[in-house]
Structures are given as structure tokens and as C-alpha cells.
């Protein structure tokens, strides 16, 4: 592709034979800069993310239900396990 990448300014041919494709010039690629824009992009991404959370204050004696990390996509297998009693916070 020959689009101009937004965050990272630049082609992607130009990122990685360091010429401009259609002039055949030779360009300068500042990859620290690059980095920091993208670390930018994904700290933005992360915020509005966040933004959408509910922030919980877990008490002790509080009551939850947690989702499996390995769920098998059965129909009528629970969703959650638990109620489980909060017993101490970090």
C-alpha cells in the first residue's frame, strides 16, 4: 500500500526500504519517533477504553462471580462460578 500511515507518518515502504518508492530518494526514518507515536496512539486507545469501566471497591464479605478463563461455547454450561465471599483486599 502507498497510503500514508496516520500514526506513523510515513509509508510503509518508506519504513522499511527507507526510500521514497515513487521518486526511488532515499529518506530518513526516525524510529524512536515513530515508537513514541505509537506508544501515544495506544496510551489514547487505552484511556477511552477505561473511560467505559465501571470502577468496583470491592469490600470484604462482598459477593462475586467469576468468569471462567477457559469457557468451552456450550450452550447451557453457567457462565460464571461462584457466589464467592470476599475474605481479604490488597
Avoid at 500511515?5 to 518508492?21: E, K, L, N
Avoid at 526514518?29 to 471497591?57: E, F
Amino acid at each position: 500500500r502507498a497510503s500514508i500511515h496516520q500514526t506513523m507518518q510515513a509509508t510503509p515502504s518508506i519504513i522499511a526500504f527507507h526510500r521514497d518508492m515513487l521518486l526511488n530518494i532515499p529518506t530518513f526514518v526516525d524510529l524512536a519517533n515513530i515508537q513514541y507515536l505509537r506508544q501515544q496512539q495506544v496510551n489514547k486507545d487505552v484511556d477511552g477504553q477505561n473511560m467505559n469501566r465501571n470502577k468496583h471497591q470491592y469490600q470484604v464479605n462482598d459477593q462475586v462471580l467469576i468468569t471462567p478463563s477457559t469457557t468451552t461455547n456450550r450452550k447451557l454450561n453457567p457462565k460464571y462460578t461462584g457466589p464467592y465471599i470476599i475474605t481479604q483486599i490488597h
